[in-house]
């Protein structure tokens, strides 16, 4: 069997059922809309539809993805709803189905890491992840699988995998088996701060397990030298297996 086109989609992709199981599990964590089921907007949907594109064979597209946006725009809830699908979510190809469509199954080794050049960075987006998750159905005291800590979430029957927490002054991250990575605010890693050699190591940790890293980040400032700079010069050469995603304000005068 090998992939039919649709009427929905001109490529395949794991990304539908990826935002279906994030639907059908997450709640929103705060707010006025507390309690709800999380509901993709349009354009969340079509950037994890790209995010987890197949060619016909099915592997992935792309192995590094930038999801750049002003602020107030929802990049760490995104980030956090990456990072659980990564965890638990069905990122990983199964095959095709009768219908010529990809299926995808949760990795068998997890292991995500939430990064930042500071601990106070990573919290930004490991907070929203912990609450969202605090809030679902797969919150182990709500009857799930998943154990919340602090510092770390786990399996509560012991599994291997997990998601953390790490910043480049937490120390050396060469050759950590990662199947995925969320990098957080790259506008602000800069190389005094050791945030290039923490994203070209996360990168080569991915590599080894066919994953994948994606940095959720404002627009950087030109000239200044951070990775979210390093990789809109990425983009704007057309590196290969690089999605950038990026949505700006509308312009006003100074």
Same mark, same amino acid.
């Given at each position: 069997?090998?992939?039919?086109?649709?009427?929905?989609?001109?490529?395949?992709?794991?990304?539908?059922?990826?935002?279906?199981?994030?639907?059908?599990?997450?709640?929103?964590?705060? &707010?006025?809309?507390?309690?709800?089921?999380?509901?993709?907007?349009?354009?969340?949907?079509?950037?994890?539809?790209?995010?987890?594109?197949?060619? $016909?064979?099915?592997?992935?597209?792309?192995?590094?993805?930038?999801?750049?946006?002003?602020? &107030?725009?929802?990049?760490?809830?995104?980030?956090?709803?990456?990072?659980?699908?990564?965890?638990?979510?069905?990122?990983?190809?199964?095959?095709? $189905?009768?219908?010529?469509?990809?299926?995808?199954?949760?990795?068998?080794?997890?292991?995500?890491?939430?990064?930042?050049?500071?601990?106070?960075? $990573?919290?930004?987006?490991?907070?929203?992840?912990?609450?969202?998750?605090?809030?679902?159905?797969?919150?182990? $005291?709500?009857?799930?699988?998943?154990?919340?800590?602090?510092?770390?979430?786990?399996?509560?029957?012991?599994?291997?995998?997990?998601?953390?927490?790490? !910043?480049?002054?937490?120390?050396?991250?060469?050759?950590?088996?990662?199947?995925?990575?969320?990098?957080?605010?790259?506008?602000?890693?800069?190389?005094?701060?050791?945030?290039?050699?923490?994203?070209?190591?996360?990168?080569?940790?991915?590599?080894?397990?066919?994953?994948?890293?994606?940095?959720?980040?404002?627009?950087?400032?030109? &000239?200044?030298? !951070?990775?979210?700079?390093?990789?809109?010069?990425?983009?704007?050469?057309?590196?290969?297996?690089?999605?950038?995603?990026? !949505?700006?304000?509308?312009?006003?005068?100074?």
């Amino acid at each position: 069997m090998s992939w039919k086109p649709r009427g929905d989609w001109d490529y395949p992709t794991l990304g539908e059922q990826v935002v279906a199981f994030l639907e059908a599990h997450l709640r929103v964590p705060a &707010g006025p809309l507390y309690g709800q089921s999380i509901r993709f907007t349009a354009d969340q949907l079509q950037f994890f539809c790209r995010l987890y594109e197949l060619d $016909d064979k099915g592997r992935f597209v792309y192995r590094r993805a930038s999801r750049r946006g002003p602020k &107030g725009k929802g990049k760490s809830p995104e980030g956090a709803m990456f990072c659980i699908a990564e965890f638990v979510g069905p990122v990983q190809f199964d095959g095709w $189905d009768v219908k010529g469509q990809p299926v995808g199954r949760p990795r068998d080794y997890p292991w995500v890491q939430i990064a930042a050049c500071s601990e106070e960075q $990573d919290h930004n987006l490991y907070g929203p992840m912990r609450e969202m998750l605090a809030e679902s159905d797969l919150n182990a $005291d709500n009857g799930g699988v998943i154990d919340l800590g602090k510092t770390r979430v786990e399996f509560k029957d012991g599994r291997p995998g997990k998601i953390e927490p790490v !910043s480049a002054s937490s120390g050396a991250r060469e050759g950590q088996p990662i199947t995925a990575a969320a990098l957080e605010e790259t506008h602000l890693w800069f190389p005094s701060k050791g945030g290039d050699k923490l994203a070209a190591v996360l990168r080569r940790n991915v590599g080894k397990t066919n994953g994948r890293t994606c940095e959720f980040t404002n627009a950087p400032a030109l &000239g200044e030298g !951070s990775v979210a700079e390093a990789t809109l010069d990425a983009a704007n050469k057309g590196q290969t297996g690089l999605l950038y995603d990026s !949505s700006d304000g509308v312009p006003v005068e100074d």
